[in-house]
């Protein structure tokens, strides 16, 4: 069984370029979340995607955006690229577990799209 | 707003001794817990996670963590280091699904782990 899969693994882009990366989601999973991961930090939360809707989103401008297909697969896309959007984009996938008040959505990370921006 | 302090940028141990990773977490209500280690440039594997119940947790590689509400603590423990446990190392809180949480998760700042021979 595949995990979560993203390409690509590496990226140079230009300011005020725009770029797509892509996730696969592990079988079974219908939740994709995004999180950046600038160097020397922890990874922060960029939005979730479940349904192929956007269902929460972080402090993120509206440069990135995101789309989640019927296969559960999801893109995030950034535009107008700025030199602090150099990190690396981890995508997560989850399903639903537990019941009720006790339920969580137990994420499963892929190995991440190092974006270099210059 | 949920939030997460490692307080150790950075911890050098020799290959034997023992280890512990300080996290402290801020939260509304009972948090869902976890840890996680990340070799250089690769993603995150989870090492262990407190939901409920017992709070001392197993995990993986010989790694346990205890949940101590009183002071908003998710300490992380081994007991002999390894060479191969060398990596950085996050803590992290989750929300509960429901309501408007969805589960996000919010990391801390990491722990960077250096083991001498």
């Given amino acids: ?6 390409s690509p693994t590496h990226l140079i882009k ?3 370029q725009q770029v797509t990366l892509r996730c696969s989601p592990k079988s079974g999973h219908d939740t994709v979340s995004w999180y950046q991961q600038a160097l ?33 697969s999801s893109e995030l896309n950034v535009n107008a690229l700025l030199l602090g959007d150099s990190a690396l984009y981890l995508c997560a996938s989850s399903l639903l577990v537990g019941i009720g008040r006790t339920s969580y959505n137990e994420q499963f990370f892929g190995p991440g799209t190092r974006l270099t921006v210059l | 707003a949920q939030s997460v302090t490692q307080p150790d940028i950075h911890i050098t141990v020799s290959e034997g001794a023992s280890l512990e990773l300080r996290c402290n977490y801020s939260y509304g209500a009972t948090p869902y817990l976890f840890w996680y280690v990340q070799s250089p440039g690769q993603g995150l594997q989870l090492l262990l996670k407190y939901f409920s ?65």
């Fill in chain 1, 40 to 72: 020397g930090q922890g990874p922060q939360f960029i939005f979730q995607y479940y349904e192929e809707e956007e269902r929460q989103r972080g402090n993120f401008p509206d440069r990135f955006s995101g789309h989640q297909f019927p296969n559960y």
């Fill in chain 2, 53 to 117: 119940g017992d709070t001392l947790v197993q995990g993986i590689k010989g790694f346990e963590a205890e949940f101590k509400r009183s002071q908003s603590s998710f300490n992380l423990r081994k007991p002999s280091v390894h060479w191969s446990d060398a990596a950085e190392y996050f803590c992290a809180v989750g929300a509960r699904a429901g309501g408007t949480s969805y589960g996000k998760l919010t990391f801390g700042q990491g722990t960077i782990l250096t083991v001498h021979p």
């Fill in chain 1, 1 to 6: 069984d595949a995990g979560v899969t993203q």
């Fill in chain 1, 14 to 16: 230009t300011r005020g």
